[in-house]
């Protein structure tokens, strides 16, 4: 007799759904149940110094701005850490320096004394060769948003620079002052690193590559009157010649800047010549016609020129103009260009920190060239060279002009490029 083979089992759809909602349902809690077993991460917060003056003489108007471009990179990237789930975080501890070689040196003590050991600041060169005995000391590194002088131009210290050092500045100026016809120049300068540096380097190249002629007064930024300077300003320029070959060169800050000014619009000769004048004189103090009407209306019919290390318009700094006008209504960044680079300073700042995976100063100043390599930030690329200074930028030429609405700003009409020391003007 024939025997049936057995009949295949149907499988119950069902059944096997059922199952599979069994083992993702227990996954699930046993995953719920282990997370609940695990304690999350502590946050843990590293300091970042923000050693920049607000009050003083020299940066009373911007440094505030500068301040809290460093603080806003500081909001964003903490907004972003915590969108990726990390436990790490950073504060902005600010410290005024009062744009003084004493100030700077007492904020740096106080920020060591609170274990920083990583700080945006100090603006000025002054403050920045004053410091570096100390933080090469204390293993602490400073990345200043401003300072440019050649003298703190020193490698393997613990000092990086966001901008560039003042020799393609100096660069531009003498080619645009000669460009525009000047075979003259008369210069008086702050007799700090800063100012003296940059007369020396625009003197040099003025002299030797153009074959000009210049004259120099120096005076000491702690000198509340310079009407004696000035005065000899004013000898200088009638020396060289009173005409439409002669200029004056002014390497000043703020409040000595002002009363350069105050003094010069009184003088038949030094108001009969044009005026140039450093990066650091293109300030929004020198245009407060509500503070200082007779200043503005000399720096305008001095026609009151320089240059400032501007990269082409970015989405970067594009998004930060944004992100600053949102966060601080009454402020705005393009009154100190300075600021852009405040904001990039802080954020090599901490992603050297985040790079070097540990909060120690001799590992974060080993990161800040690595990271800064490949950064472009809202003041340009940020490559270092030896000295820990960015490498390149290429420099604007601006001057004081009317807008729209009859209100004095500073118009910019020229770029000159680093890459091939070309100065081209705008049609």
């Known amino acids: 007799m024939a025997v049936e083979a057995p009949k295949p089992r149907k499988i119950s759809i069902p059944l096997v759904v059922a199952i599979v909602v069994i083992l993702i349902l227990g996954g699930a809690l046993g995953w719920a149940l282990l997370q609940l077993g695990t304690p999350a991460q502590p946050l843990v917060t590293y300091p970042i110094g923000l050693a920049i003056a607000v009050s003083g003489p020299a940066y009373q108007s911007d440094g505030p701005i500068r301040r809290d471009a460093a603080q806003l990179a500081i909001d964003q990237m903490n907004t972003q850490l915590q969108a990726a789930g990390s436990p790490i975080r950073f504060q902005g501890v600010p410290e005024d320096t009062q744009g003084t070689t004493a100030g700077a040196q007492q ?206 318009l970015n989405p970067v700094s594009m998004a930060f103009e944004q992100a600053y006008t949102a966060k601080y209504p009454s402020r705005d960044p393009k009154k100190s260009p300075y600021s852009y680079y405040a904001y990039d300073s802080a954020m090599l700042a901490m992603m050297a920190v985040l790079a070097a995976g540990k909060y120690d100063g001799d590992a974060i100043k080993a990161m800040v060239p690595f990271v800064a390599q490949t950064y472009m930030g809202a003041s340009g690329h940020k490559a270092m060279d030896a000295n820990g200074d960015a490498i390149a930028a290429d420099y604007v030429a601006w001057h004081v002009a009317l807008n729209a609405m009859s209100v004095e700003y500073f118009a910019e009409f020229a770029r000159w490029r680093f890459a091939t020391e070309t100065l081209e003007f705008y049609p």
Do not use: C
């Open 107 to 312: 904020a740096f003590t106080l920020l060591r004394a609170a274990g920083v050991q990583v700080v945006v600041g100090p603006l000025s060169t002054g403050e920045a060769t004053g410091i570096l005995t100390f933080i090469n000391t204390n293993h602490i590194v400073a990345i200043s948003p401003s300072s440019t002088g050649v003298t703190a131009a020193i490698p393997n210290d613990f000092l990086f620079r966001a901008p560039p050092t003042d020799i393609p500045q100096a660069k531009a100026l003498s080619q645009l002052v000669s460009e525009l016809g000047y075979t003259k120049v008369a210069i008086i300068y702050r007799l700090d690193d800063y100012g003296r540096g940059f007369e020396q380097l625009f003197e040099q190249r003025f002299e030797t590559v153009y074959g000009g002629q210049t004259l120099n007064v120096s005076y000491d930024p702690s000198a509340t009157d310079l009407a004696t300077e000035v005065g000899q300003l004013s000898g200088d320029v009638q020396a060289l010649g009173v005409g439409p070959n002669t200029a004056v060169l002014v390497v000043a800050f703020e409040v000595d800047g002002i009363e350069i000014f105050n003094e010069a619009r009184l003088d038949t000769s030094l108001s009969s010549v044009r005026w140039f004048g450093s990066e650091s004189m293109r300030r929004s103090a020198f245009l407060n016609r509500t503070a200082r009407p007779q200043v503005v209306d000399f720096v305008r019919s001095a026609n009151l020129t320089g240059f400032f290390a501007s990269p082409s």
